[in-house]
């Protein structure tokens, strides 16, 4: 009788380092380093500290979306209501201070996280339990919470005078150098990362966007956890609503139009699947990233503002062919594997 030796490493498993430079976020972040780097070699003062700081600031309003996104998104769900959510939320906070000058900033965000979790249960109401599908739903809440906003604006507007010296200074403040708005986005972005990754709830948005039947099969209970996907999108953007108004202390009923399409680009250039079950937050933060500093490179390099929207809908085009490229490698890997 002869023993079955233990079956050996196949030769085609890619290696470390092969997987390595497989990641979208490696290949990100080199996308990254040329830009940013081709950019300062021409005009040096891209580099400079008020051009990062400005860059930062811009960029974690969207990176704060693009957490909320990523969740409907790995669900296989999309969520178009976030700019309209920014926007109400935005301006409802203005207002609550113009009545009440002494309120606590902390107690804004609150209102606004409160806010905008409401608005994230209407959509997840209409998805989970209506099974009114995302794209359809969160389209109608888009318009219907924009034109709340507009009821509620009156042709009205929301300037800095109106605001209290401390929420401003909240805005612009920073700790160590670092932008109290970027800290807290990262904070978030950071947090969820490590929820996603590390936390049953987490992996079961993964598992959802697979295969939703599946996941029933497993004992998922997909209702509930589109629901709550859902209402975690409303609240970050309600929260991404007082930020937009510390930033920018002036607010409108347009306020946060057109953001929807930017985090939806953000979170698939930066490997978010629009199929569902596939991405990670920091791959999705790299890409708000990504979008942020070419845009901000356009500026600095006087190219007309088109430019900006067509070089953020040619990466769109690009991120959703290479995940069409390697889901059909991979299914057919898998039926060669079979097969033999």
């Given at each position: 009788?002869?023993?079955r030796?233990?079956?050996?490493?196949s030769?085609?498993?890619?290696?470390?380092?092969?997987?390595?430079?497989?990641?979208?976020?490696v290949?990100?972040?080199?996308?990254?380093?040329?830009?940013?780097?081709?950019?300062?070699?021409?005009?040096?003062?891209?580099?400079?500290?008020g051009?990062?700081?400005?860059?930062?600031?811009?960029?974690?309003?969207?990176?704060?979306?693009?957490?909320g996104?990523?969740l409907?998104?790995l669900?296989?769900?999309?969520?178009?209501?976030?700019?309209?959510?920014?926007?109400?939320?935005?301006f409802?906070?203005?207002?609550?201070?113009?009545?009440?000058?002494?309120?606590p900033?902390?107690?804004?965000?609150?209102?606004?996280?409160?806010?905008?979790?409401?608005l994230?249960?209407?959509n997840?109401?209409?998805?989970?339990?209506g099974?009114?599908p995302?794209?359809?739903?969160?389209?109608?809440?888009?318009?219907?919470?924009?034109?709340?906003?507009?009821?509620?604006v009156?042709?009205?507007?929301i300037?800095?005078?109106?605001?209290?010296?401390g929420?401003?200074?909240?805005?612009?403040?920073?700790v160590?150098?670092?932008?109290?708005?970027?800290?807290?986005?990262?904070?978030v972005?950071?947090?969820?990362?490590?929820?996603?990754?590390s936390?049953?709830?987490g992996?079961?948005?993964?598992?959802?966007?697979?295969?939703?039947?599946?996941a029933?099969?497993?004992?998922?209970?997909?209702?509930r956890?589109?629901?709550?996907?859902?209402v975690?999108?409303?609240?970050?953007?309600g929260?991404?609503?007082?930020?937009y108004?510390?930033?920018?202390?002036?607010?409108?009923?347009?306020a946060?139009t057109?953001?929807?399409?930017?985090v939806?680009a953000?979170?698939?250039?930066g490997?978010?699947?629009?199929?569902?079950?596939?991405?990670?937050?920091?791959?999705?933060?790299?890409g708000?990233?990504?979008?942020?500093?070419?845009?901000?490179a356009?500026?600095?390099?006087?190219?007309?503002?088109?430019?900006?929207?067509?070089i953020?809908g040619?990466?769109?085009?690009?991120?959703?062919?290479i995940?069409?490229?390697v889901?059909?490698?991979?299914?057919?890997?898998?039926?060669?594997?079979?097969?033999?």
């Open positions: 009788m002869t023993e030796s233990a079956p050996a490493p030769s085609s498993s890619p290696s470390w380092l092969s997987r390595l430079l497989m990641a979208r976020e290949s990100l972040v080199g996308l990254l380093l040329v830009v940013t780097l081709g950019t300062a070699a021409i005009n040096p003062l891209f580099l400079s500290f051009s990062v700081r400005d860059l930062l600031l811009n960029v974690s309003i969207i990176a704060l979306l693009v957490v996104q990523t409907v998104l669900m296989k769900h999309v969520d178009l209501s976030v700019s309209s959510t920014v926007g109400l939320s935005a409802l906070t203005g207002s609550l201070f113009v009545a009440n000058p002494g309120m900033v902390a107690l804004a965000l609150l209102f606004g996280l409160g806010l905008g979790a409401v994230g249960c209407i997840g109401l209409l998805v989970a339990y099974k009114v995302a794209l359809v739903a969160t389209l109608g809440t888009l318009y219907v919470f924009r034109g709340i906003t507009y009821a509620v009156h042709g009205g507007q300037n800095a005078s109106n605001l209290p010296p929420f401003l200074g909240f805005g612009t403040g920073s160590l150098g670092i932008p109290n708005l970027v800290l807290l986005a990262a904070a972005l950071i947090g969820f990362a490590f929820y996603l990754r936390y049953r709830g992996r079961e948005y993964y598992a959802v966007g697979s295969n939703s039947e599946a029933v099969l497993a004992g998922i209970n997909v209702t956890r589109t629901m709550t996907g859902f975690l999108s409303g609240a970050i953007a929260l991404a609503g007082v930020l108004l510390a930033r920018f202390g002036t607010v409108d009923a347009t946060g057109g953001l929807e399409l930017q939806i953000a979170a698939v250039v490997g978010v699947s629009i199929n569902g079950g596939v991405g990670t937050l920091l791959g999705a933060g790299l708000a990233l990504l979008l942020g500093v070419m845009g901000s356009l500026v600095t390099l006087r190219a007309p503002g088109f430019y900006q929207q067509a953020q040619a990466l769109l085009l690009a991120a959703i062919s995940d069409m490229l889901s059909r490698r991979a299914a057919k890997r898998l039926q060669e594997e079979r097969k033999s």
